[in-house]
């Protein structure tokens, strides 16, 4: 079976109703590697063959055949690879809002894609076994930039969201996806842990419509114990990303024991509606015991709910409980008049009451992109 044959038969599979995901499908026709990859864009070549990766702070010194810590960018004779460009392992229609991306085309189906490899160590990792592995090690599809943006168009897919894994490490094959997608109307959405440097995060934000960005915490302590990374570089590529005027939503999965200080959480409310602004969104998240962190028990719901008080009482407009349903916590309320505008039943918009962007009952301006 040729490539095309088998991409049009994951279409058919898509359009009984079943969400497309190759690591639960792609066995019904065959899987794939290329084996290819694409020559970095920002790195350093050093004496002996060496390269140092300008990707992210870790700034890897990766020896010849060897990878980096995200095990996705490899030194191959002196010149450093993207192993994971053109070999997603998760093809996926998805609602928006699982991004979650709540004031970002509501109620519209995001092409979801993503390769093996991260740049973080998540001790509760939901997707370990995809973003601790090689993209070698994961089972695979060999798909071109084109041919993905092709299936995003024939599911009438409204934008594509880079998630599950860690975008910035495939951030080649990222990129070239977005060029085409842009020039056919889809918009384009980055789901991150923030852990890049200055100078990938403008190139790719060119391109990029909105960020979903993972704050996984808001100590160093905090953060090294979760994640393996230091606190202030998320921060800055969070400050960034506001500076360049590109939607931004932010996630805090609360963690029992490691992130789950009120005082915390309250800090870090007050640095987003001093830094960022009242109007950016801010989701709070509920741990369920998951990979290195089996041992600990799920978040408190009353621990959740009294995270977003403090995300109100610190003058933040909009903020959500993005994974217990049914709750109030769900929906998008007009900060002026106190009206419910946006309804959701977990992921699923059950009632949109916006008139273009704006409240039905008051007129206030809700920000985000709605059209």
């Given at each position: ?24 499908t792609a ?7 290329s ?27 990766i020896?010849?055949?060897?990878y ?9 004779s ?30 519209t189906?995001?092409?979801?894609l993503?390769?093996g490899?991260c ?24 798909v ?16 594509i969201?880079f ?37 990938p ?18 100590s ?29 939503e932010?996630?805090?999965?609360i ?5 789950d ?13 001093r ?8 989701h ?6 998951k ?18 008080q ?12 993005s994974?217990i ?6 929906n ?8 419910a505008?946006i309804?959701?039943?977990g ?9 273009g ?15």
């Amino acid at each position: 079976m040729n490539r095309r044959d088998f991409l049009e038969k994951i279409m058919k599979f898509a359009a009984a109703g079943v969400c497309t995901q190759l690591g639960q499908t792609a066995s019904l026709f065959g899987w794939g590697f290329s084996g290819e990859g694409k020559e970095s864009y920002f790195y350093k070549k050093l004496s002996k063959n060496l390269v140092k990766c300008l990707i992210c702070p870790h700034g890897c010194i990766i020896k010849p055949g060897e990878y980096g810590i995200c095990n996705t960018r490899m030194n191959q004779s002196g010149i450093e690879i993207n192993t994971g460009y053109g070999n997603p392992c998760i093809l996926e229609v998805v609602p928006i809002e699982m991004s979650p991306l709540y004031h970002f085309l509501p109620s519209t189906n995001a092409f979801s894609l993503t390769t093996g490899g991260c740049n973080l160590k998540c001790l509760y990792c939901q997707n370990w076994t995809i973003s601790q592995l090689k993209p070698h090690q994961t089972r695979n599809m060999d798909v071109s930039s084109v041919e993905a943006v092709k299936l995003a168009e024939k599911k009438q897919c409204k934008s594509i969201v880079f998630s599950y894994g860690e975008p910035v490490c495939y951030m080649e094959y990222a990129d070239e996806i977005a060029q085409i997608a842009r020039g056919n109307d889809i918009r384009i959405n980055w789901v991150t842990a923030g852990y890049m440097n200055k100078a990938p995060l403008k190139k790719i934000s060119r391109l990029i419509d909105a960020y979903t960005v993972t704050l996984k915490a808001f100590s160093d302590s905090s953060y090294k114990k979760l994640t393996g990374i230091k606190l202030k570089p998320v921060l800055n590529t969070i400050s960034e990303i506001q500076s360049m005027g590109k939607w931004l939503e932010i996630v805090n999965l609360i963690v029992p024991t490691y992130n789950d200080g009120l005082k915390d959480i309250r800090k870090m409310c007050r640095w987003i509606k001093r830094n960022l602004g009242a109007d950016v969104p801010l989701h709070f998240g509920r741990f369920q015991p998951k990979y290195k962190l089996t041992n600990l028990p799920a978040t408190p719901k009353k621990t959740v709910e009294a995270a977003r008080q403090i995300g109100f009482d610190e003058g933040l407009n909009y903020v959500y409980i993005s994974n217990i349903s049914p709750h109030d916590g769900n929906n998008t309320y007009c900060p002026k008049c106190g009206k419910a505008l946006i309804k959701r039943l977990g992921f699923s918009v059950i009632e949109n009451n916006l008139k273009g962007n704006k409240c039905c009952k008051c007129g206030h301006k809700i920000p985000g992109i709605f059209r």
